[in-house]
Each structure stands twice: as C-alpha cells, then as structure tokens.
C-alpha cells in the first residue's frame, strides 16, 4: 500500500546542482529505511545514500561530500541534494524504503528494499 514517487531530475552542466524529492503515499514509520539508488544504462544498480531513523545517513563512495539525504516526515519525503554533479553522476534515480531499519552492516547496497519508485533521469554533461 506503499508508493514512491520521484521527481526533480532533469539535464544539468558538470559542477550545478539538484534536488530530488521522492513523495510518499502511504504510512511510513519513523524507523523505516529509506534510500536513493541509481543505475545507468547497461551497468548494475548502484546504492547512493540511505538515512537511519535518526537522521544519520550512508552514502556510496562516488558521491561522499557532494550529495545529502534527508527525509521531512511532516510532508512524507524524501530528499537528494546533489552539488558539484559530473558527467558520471548521469543515471535513472530510484528511491526505495522498506520496513526494517537501514544498519551499517548492510550498508548503501546490502538492504532488501521493498517499495520503489518509477524512477527520475539525471543526466549531466
């Protein structure tokens, strides 16, 4: 009964900024798990950033000190900030949550996730 919704991608020059938001219908505890993965076309789906119930977050290596997550429980959304994005950064964003808490040992990649959304291009030249 869960869905994502994501949206603020769009076509943006190496070194701008965006922001994508992922709205939320449906009840979402607190302590749910919520995430951004990416994946480009022909390459394996990579985990960006995932947020703990405290606000605390992970984030893959590639985008460590360009991109935030953070979650508004108020308005039910999640949030990517993306700063200083490269060419490489270029792929379909997806967000995802699921029911059980984000732990370090799983990481960016390692939770099973079990809601997703459709998905929202960034592409940057």
């Known amino acids: 009964h869960v869905q994502l919704v994501e949206s603020g991608g769009g076509s943006v020059q190496a070194g701008r900024s965006l922001r994508l938001s992922c709205d939320v219908s449906?009840?979402?505890?607190?302590?749910?798990?919520m995430g951004w993965f990416r994946q480009a076309p022909g390459k394996e789906r990579e985990g960006v950033a995932a947020?703990?119930?405290?606000?605390?977050?992970m984030y893959g290596d590639s985008v460590k000190g360009r991109f935030i997550i953070s979650r508004d429980n108020a308005k039910n959304t999640l949030y990517l900030q993306m700063v200083s994005l490269k060419p490489e950064d270029t792929a379909m964003y997806y967000c995802?949550?699921?029911?059980?808490?984000?732990?370090?040992?799983?990481?960016?990649?390692?939770?099973?996730?079990?809601?997703w959304g459709q998905g929202t291009q960034v592409t940057v030249s």
């Open positions: 995802a949550a699921d029911s059980l808490p984000c732990t370090v040992t799983a990481g960016i990649s390692g939770h099973e996730y079990e809601y």
């Open positions: 947020i703990f119930d405290d606000g605390s977050a």
């Open positions: 449906g009840h979402i505890d607190r302590n749910w798990c």
